[in-house]
């Protein structure tokens, strides 16, 4: 498992290694499973994907949203066929959330309530986050610790549960990991924190001058979709309704990016298992994965 923050190099890194280990890779990133997400969500290019098999990567459309428990039966089945034929794979991506349910497990709580899941919506888009984060705070404290608080989406889910239930939904979510066929080698990228903004906000430079601009317009009429509800989009999709000029929502785009590759580094540095390196050291990384596969034979 290669995790890391936003622009950190986890694509480049993957590529590496996948070919140094003659494997494929698997990707747990929740925003490039969309294949009209090209550029902003950071899809590998054409000659990355190339050079060594993808999976999960721009396989689907948007409005076909994966949730992470989907996600882990799908992932694992994959996995199930490839270790057919490959001793490692290599699984790649910046969703702890879905690196978790991939390799953990996780409970996809059968509750669906409508009236509260409208309620909860509206009442986001009427007030932004905060009521749906006071709600939170109030009715679930413990999932309020774990749960990304900027993520509107998953505060919505959790309420509905709750509203349904009466219960927290930290009640339901599950306590013991799964069994799994396989074992897991984490490995994560550290990067110095002046670095890694500088490269964020040099590659947002570089999604505008792709076209990522155009490309959110295409989607603008579909910027309801729970795909597209996230950064990059939906600061374009604030400018093209007229809330403030292209400039401004570029710098958004600049510091809310910096602000999510935080909230990822604060979930993996919460996994005791990662063992972080700086991105050159590749060949030591692949020392350790030697070492891990021969524990195993």
């Known amino acids: 498992m290669v995790v890391g923050p936003t622009a950190s190099g986890k694509t480049a890194l993957a590529i590496t290694l996948a070919q140094a280990l003659s494997t494929e890779i698997i990707s747990f990133d929740s925003r490039q499973f969309y294949r009209e997400l090209l ?21 689907r459309s948007f409005n076909e949203h994966l949730s992470a428990g989907a996600f882990e039966r799908e992932s694992n089945e994959r996995l199930a066929t490839l270790f057919q034929t490959k001793k490692v794979v290599v699984a790649v991506g910046g969703s702890g959330l879905f690196a978790q349910a991939m390799v953990d497990g996780f409970d996809d709580i059968v509750v669906k309530n409508e009236a509260s899941r ?39 889910r959790a309420l509905e549960v709750i509203d349904s239930t009466g219960q927290p939904y930290s009640h339901f979510r599950l306590r013991t990991k799964k069994n799994r066929p396989y ?31 155009a490309e959110a317009r295409s989607l603008y009429p579909f910027r309801a979709a729970e795909s597209l509800i996230t950064v990059g989009y939906r600061e374009l999709f604030a400018h093209f309704g007229g809330e403030y000029p292209l400039e401004e929502a570029v710098r958004l785009i600049q510091r809310n990016t910096r602000h999510f590759a935080r909230r990822q580094l604060t979930w993996f540095r919460k996994n005791e298992q990662i063992h972080w390196f700086e991105p050159q050291q590749q060949e030591q990384m692949l020392e350790l994965i030697r070492s891990f596969e021969s524990q195993a034979s």
């Open 183 to 213: 074992r897991t080698l984490w490995l994560g990228i550290d990067l110095e924190r002046s670095l890694l903004h500088e490269r964020i906000d040099q590659r947002v430079l570089q999604m505008i001058e792709a076209g990522l601009e």
């Open 39 to 59: 550029i902003g969500a950071a899809i590998p290019s054409a000659e990355e994907l190339e050079q060594v098999k993808h999976h999960f990567i721009a396989d």
């Open 118 to 156: 409208a309620h909860w919506r509206q009442q986001f888009e009427a007030n932004g986050l905060a009521p749906l984060q006071e709600s939170l705070l109030a009715r679930d404290p413990a999932y309020a610790t774990q749960v990304d608080m900027q993520n509107h989406q998953r505060l919505i």
